[in-house]
């Protein structure tokens, strides 16, 4: 029992010792790292050759996308690794230590910046401290990361069914080609630690350098799609429904006396409704969005529509055919025998006699009719032609 006992003890004794030597270890070997480091130098061993950074952006969370603004919201980390030859050591002398995890206070560590941000220019990693990798060769792998906010040109044509291509530049700014050279980690960023947005799907990302004039930049370029889901229901259905609706008033009687009324509530009504979604359609994107103009036409057209109705009522409403515009009697007659044409029967050669039979009713029954077919039509067409275009192109 007791020999139990001083065992456990022997043994935690013995490896507290172990833990305490090499913590040890690893302080002399930091001590001696920086003891006569100058952290203000970029650590080209070779002063006639640039200093070789690998990066690979890691996006972590996709936070929005402002369209009305332009501007894009990403969590993301850069993974940088260099080498500084300053860094080196012995693993032998150290416990057989090859890798250290230390902060970077005493270390040189590039400032890069978010070159097309909306927000202040400050270099990345700045507002909190991230941890370093080191490598008895001399490497430095640190991560920083940070909330980039990017101005995102955007095309809203085909909201909502929209894609947008943002980049996402950074550069080590004030550097100089000479002194630097970034070398991609591969084509596409790291995406195992990437959290979905509901709203967005990620199709495509890419990073690669581009050189402008004397710097270089690390450009992340990420594709985003919308989930359209949600305006399908808020404003593309309740939007078919109202210029679907539209034409009815047309069947409706005259002497019921809604029409005129029931016209103007749709249109009122659908003014009400472009109002209040117009607020949540990106303003001022050049160009236009198409479903913003579709709505537009569609409020022209119930406008058109409300004033062929009035028009309607007030043929209705008169007694005497003889008093309606010739031109339309005449025209009306001619459909009317495609319509009638049982009325017309026998009768197609003699133009007065055919007047003698057409009364107010048919011509308005007419018109109606005819107001009906040539709205559904305009509307229809309108639509189909936004829906090839929108899923199509
Ligand atoms: C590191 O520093 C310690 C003293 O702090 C010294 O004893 C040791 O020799 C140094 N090692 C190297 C490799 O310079
Ligand atoms: C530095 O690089 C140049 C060009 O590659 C080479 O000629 C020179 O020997 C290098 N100097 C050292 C000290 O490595
Ligand atoms: C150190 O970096 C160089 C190039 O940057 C790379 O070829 C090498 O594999 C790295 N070594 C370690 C131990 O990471």
Not at 22 to 42: F, G, M, P, R, W
Not at 268 to 291: E, G, H, K, Q
Request: with cysteine.
């Amino acid at each position: 029992m007791c020999c139990i006992f001083f065992y456990v003890v022997c043994l935690i004794v013995f490896s507290i010792a172990v833990e305490c030597q090499t913590v040890h270890d690893i302080a002399n070997l930091y001590n001696n790292l920086t003891d006569s480091y100058q952290k203000e130098v970029i650590p080209a061993w070779n002063q006639s050759l640039p200093l070789e950074i690998s990066f690979a952006v890691a996006p972590l969370v996709m936070n929005s996308f402002q369209e009305t603004e332009e501007t894009i919201s990403l969590t993301a980390a850069i993974n940088l690794v260099w080498n500084d030859r300053r860094l080196t050591w012995e693993p032998k002398i150290y416990g057989n230590k090859e890798h250290i995890t230390i902060t970077t206070n005493d270390i040189w560590v590039p400032y890069v910046y978010l070159e097309n941000g909306v927000d202040e220019l400050k270099p990345i990693g700045d507002d909190a401290p991230f941890y370093a990798i080191l490598a008895y060769n001399g490497n430095v792998s640190w991560t920083p990361g940070g909330i980039f906010k990017a101005k995102c040109p955007s095309n809203m044509l085909k909201f909502p069914f929209d894609s947008q291509t943002c980049e996402f530049v950074f550069a080590m700014w004030g550097v100089q080609v000479t002194d630097t050279m970034y070398v991609p980690m591969g084509d596409a960023g790291i995406m195992t630690y990437f959290t979905q947005n509901s709203n967005w799907d990620i199709t495509n990302n890419r990073q690669y350098i581009k050189y402008k004039d004397v710097i270089t930049e690390i450009i992340f370029e990420l594709s985003i799609k919308r989930q359209p889901v949600y305006y399908i229901v808020v404003i593309i259905v309740p939007t078919i429904l109202f210029a679907l609706m539209n034409p009815l008033v047309f069947l409706l009687p005259v002497d019921s006396g809604e029409r005129v009324s029931l016209g103007m509530t749709i249109l009122l009504s659908y003014a009400i409704f472009l109002t209040i979604v117009a607020s949540s359609l990106p303003a001022s994107s050049n160009p236009m969005c198409l479903l913003l103009f579709v709505m537009i036409l569609i409020m022209v057209l119930s406008g058109v529509i409300v004033i062929g109705v009035i028009m309607t009522v007030y043929y209705h409403h008169e007694d005497n055919i003889g008093s309606i515009n010739s031109y339309l009697v005449r025209f009306v007659s001619c459909c009317c025998c495609v319509s009638y044409s049982n009325e017309c029967e026998g009768s197609d050669e003699e133009y007065p006699e055919k007047k003698q039979k057409l009364t107010v009713k048919h011509i308005v029954k007419t018109l109606d009719i005819l107001f009906m077919i040539i709205s559904y039509i305009l509307l229809i067409a309108l639509l189909i032609a936004y829906l090839i275009y929108v899923i199509v192109k």
